[in-house]
């Protein structure tokens, strides 16, 4: 849609002579809102292409995970590699939100209120990334093991797991 829109339409548009009937305010306010569109996509773009992206976790868990819920533990060592991967996802999400911290305190000191903006837009993107992906079936499905392995730990030691 972003090639479509910024390396079809908009030349077309840009070049575009005849207007037909319409008002020169109108052709104006039309050409101000498709450059904004344009803008958005490409923005959008950008930063869904900078997000992270979280590993799945290992297919060959996939059966166990399925019966999770079922009387049966999960095992020590899909456990183990959950954690390890739950951990991987944990140091990924912070090692991103620390760096695009780090990226745009570089740039405050000339910024004024569109730099603002504009950082707290890809705040909201890329926070709405991630937690998009926290929501997805493969997040859920590690947090439902672990839970149930803590839950299970606790009830056969008394006390929770980490």
Not at 47 to 74: C, F, G, R
Request: include cysteine; aromatic fraction near 8%; glycine fraction near 4%.
């Amino acid at each position: 849609m972003n090639t479509i829109i910024n390396r079809v339409f908009k030349p077309l548009v840009d070049q575009l002579d005849e207007w037909g009937k319409c008002e020169e305010d109108q052709r104006k306010e039309f050409t101000s809102y498709f450059d904004k569109f344009a803008n958005e996509l490409r923005e959008a773009l950008k930063s869904m292409s900078a997000n992270i992206v979280l590993d799945e976790y290992p297919a060959q868990w996939e059966q166990e995970a399925k019966n999770i819920h079922s009387t049966k533990a999960p095992s020590n060592e899909m456990i183990n590699d959950f954690e390890k991967l739950f951990n991987k996802w944990s140091t990924q999400i912070s090692a991103n939100l620390d760096n695009t911290e780090k990226q745009d305190k570089k740039d405050e000191k000339d910024g004024g209120p569109r730099q603002e903006l504009d950082y707290w837009k890809l705040k909201m993107r890329q926070l709405t990334g991630i937690s998009e992906q926290l929501r997805s079936k493969n997040c859920r499905t590690v947090y439902d093991v672990l839970s149930a392995a803590s839950q299970n730990t606790s009830e056969q030691a008394g006390k929770p797991r980490d």
